[in-house]
């Protein structure tokens, strides 16, 4: 069986934590810090702040902005559940938008008509590693005022234009979890241009003090390990060639899957393929699945309920690309360690699949 996703971890990162272990230094120390430096790089210089997840790290960026009790934040209902949880955590409610038919991120138009006096901010995710629309969501931002977020969770190394997302907003966040294009085993980090932004981060993360026992304000403990950052570290260091793989994959598969619509990248959009996504039209997408693990080939449904319609937050909205999303999304392996020969099993299964049920 092929695996829906896969990590790639090496000799690199079970000798960089073994390094850790030996140096008795287990905590949040010098590895975190030098992570932190090197993860700059990537976002033009902007400050970065690890943290143990990168649900932590919205939580803390949307605190840190000041948003809470009454302000509403904009967020697309088709993501995982986090993006919007952190908002509700915060404090502040979040108000669904839809999505765009074409790359599954947020619609500035949809986003637009969501806008009401309590709004504060919005918060598009770049969605499998596809950057959201974040020239046309700046220009309504602008328009009414707001602030701009980033969920770039599942997106680093993609970019707009050539800039690289985490620098489209007052505040991105970035996850490490396992699945993730790189990882620290869990973690996250927020990257923010504004200097204040930076300290009421590292502040939120460590019991709201910078000096020992001297807490400025309320805080967490968020901290990432130097053993967690020792990962991250070697990961960093094979995140462009990782990220070529997964673009030379998922061109593999554009080119040969035939019978469902494979996943577009816009004229503007560096695509770093977290997941390669594909729509089932025609046919069950769940039966669709079956069939391909039958055939040796593991897929995933992210996500198969609207986060609006989830139990936890129960509401009854009129999203219709966000349902049709929901209902048509298979996400099939696209991970760099694939081989040539497993690639071609994929595209076999899912054009078989795909002509059975035709
Ligand atoms: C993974 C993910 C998160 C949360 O990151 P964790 O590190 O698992 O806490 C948030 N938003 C999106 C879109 C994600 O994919």
Excluded at 19 to 41: C, D, K, T, W
Excluded at 194 to 206: M, Q
Aim: proline share 6%; glycine share 8%.
């Amino acid at each position: 069986m092929i695996p829906a996703a896969k990590p790639s971890i090496g000799a690199e990162e079970r000798e960089a934590v073994d390094r850790v272990m030996r140096s008795g230094m287990l905590a949040q120390g010098p590895e975190v810090a030098a992570f932190e430096e090197e993860f700059s790089a990537l976002v033009g210089g902007r400050h970065s702040i690890a943290l143990n997840s990168g649900t932590s790290a919205l939580h803390l960026s949307i605190l840190a902005l000041g948003i809470g009790e009454g302000d509403e934040v904009i967020v697309p209902s088709f993501s995982f559940a986090a993006t919007a949880n952190s908002v509700q955590i915060a404090g502040a409610t979040a108000v669904f938008a839809d999505i765009e038919p074409d790359y599954f991120s947020l619609d500035p138009n949809s986003a637009g008509a969501a806008i009401t006096p309590r709004t504060k901010a919005i918060m598009p995710v770049h969605l499998y590693g596809h950057p959201a629309n974040m020239i046309e969501l700046q220009k309504i931002a602008d328009k009414h005022g707001l602030l701009m977020l980033e969920d770039a969770a599942q997106a680093v190394a993609a970019s707009i234009n050539g800039k690289p997302v985490g620098t489209f907003s007052q505040a991105a966040s970035f996850s490490f979890y396992p699945t993730k294009n790189m990882t620290s085993g869990e973690g996250g980090m927020v990257c923010t241009p504004d200097a204040e932004v930076a300290r009421k981060t590292r502040l939120l993360r460590n019991q709201g003090m910078e000096k020992r026992y001297a807490n400025e304000i309320f805080g967490f403990n968020n901290r990432m390990t130097d053993l967690h950052a020792a990962i991250g570290r070697e990961q960093l260091k094979k995140l462009h060639a990782w990220t070529s793989k997964r673009q030379r994959n998922a061109a593999f598969l554009s080119a040969n899957i035939r019978g469902v619509i494979t996943p577009p990248t816009a004229p503007w959009a560096s695509h770093v393929f977290h997941q390669y996504t594909i729509r089932v039209v025609g046919q069950d997408r769940d039966r669709f699945a079956e069939e391909l693990a039958k055939r040796g080939v593991g897929s995933g449904v992210y996500y198969p309920t609207p986060i609006h319609r989830l139990p936890s937050f129960g509401l009854d909205l009129e999203l219709p690309m966000t349902e049709q999303a929901a209902a048509q999304a298979l996400s099939i392996p696209v991970y760099p360690s694939l081989t040539d020969g497993e690639l071609e099993t994929i595209v076999e299964a899912v054009n078989s699949v795909a002509k059975a049920g035709a």
